[in-house]
């Protein structure tokens, strides 16, 4: 499919500067930022729910490998299944710190939503050392209650990503949701390589990019579409 030619002025999925509690110059800067990835980005493979969330990706990061070589990946039932975590008000899980920070307040507060990371809870830092495990899967293993039916967001650890699989290996946990992006040399690629071939809603990329401004503008642009076509269907 080619969208390159859409005017994003025309899609509602990026709501208003009303709706979105930012000052119309903001706003318009963001519309002239996806007008250009819309113009450069060319021919591409995804549907339209899916490209929101990839051109948003693009956008965070100033990336169009993310549409190519290190392509985002997309479970067939993944934005279906997030929608439903909205709907429930789940929780949403991060691995780090700066993934928390990343995503937006405003939408959470929307939703009824909470986000929690764990990394830097005394309790992990001190088994980490303790048990010789990485902060990151051990926040993922205090988070296992909140991931049951909630969304988990990684964007830096593989660890925490090999956790999160193990997990529901063992029928552990049932997210709704795994958005796996982590960045990286050691073990990214194989760790995203493996949720890809899990039967569960995942959203995750080819090769070694990832981080966490990916993976809070993949969660940001979910909430979004889901508030924005919330509102669209009570008007």
């Given at each position: 499919m080619d969208y390159s030619?859409?005017?994003?002025?025309d899609d509602y999925k990026i709501g208003s500067a009303k709706g979105r509690d930012m000052s119309s110059r903001s706003f318009n800067i963001e519309k002239q930022s996806f007008d250009i990835i819309e113009s450069e980005i060319g021919k591409h493979d995804y549907d339209k729910d899916q490209w929101v969330v990839v051109r948003r990706v693009i956008h965070a990061t100033a990336d169009f490998d993310f549409a190519k070589d290190c392509k985002i990946l997309f479970h067939k039932g993944a934005i279906e299944s997030a929608f439903l975590a909205f709907s429930k008000q789940s929780y949403i899980v991060t691995d780090v710190e700066m993934v928390l920070h990343g995503i937006n307040k405003k939408s959470l507060s929307s939703l009824g939503m909470n986000g929690i990371c764990y990394i830097n809870d005394p309790e992990c830092i001190e088994n980490s050392k303790k048990?010789?495990?990485?902060?990151?899967?051990?926040?993922?293993?205090?988070?296992?209650?909140?991931?049951?039916?909630?969304?988990?967001?990684?964007?830096?650890?593989?660890?925490?990503?090999?956790?999160?699989?193990?997990?529901?290996?063992?029928?552990?946990?049932?997210?709704?949701?795994?958005?796996?992006?982590?960045?990286?040399?050691?073990?990214?690629?194989?760790?995203?390589?493996?949720?890809?071939?899990?039967?569960?809603?995942?959203i995750t990329n080819n090769g070694r990019k990832g981080g966490s401004s990916a993976a809070s503008s993949i969660i940001n642009a979910l909430m979004l579409m889901y508030i924005t076509n919330h509102k669209k269907n009570q008007e």
């Open positions: 030619k859409n005017s994003i002025g048990y010789e495990k990485t902060r990151s899967e051990l926040a993922i293993q205090k988070a296992m209650d909140k991931i049951n039916n909630g969304i988990v967001v990684i964007g830096n650890a593989p660890t925490a990503l090999y956790e999160v699989i193990s997990l529901i290996k063992e029928k552990k946990i049932s997210p709704y949701l795994v958005i796996g992006i982590p960045v990286g040399f050691v073990s990214a690629v194989e760790s995203k390589g493996e949720l890809s071939r899990l039967n569960i809603p995942y």
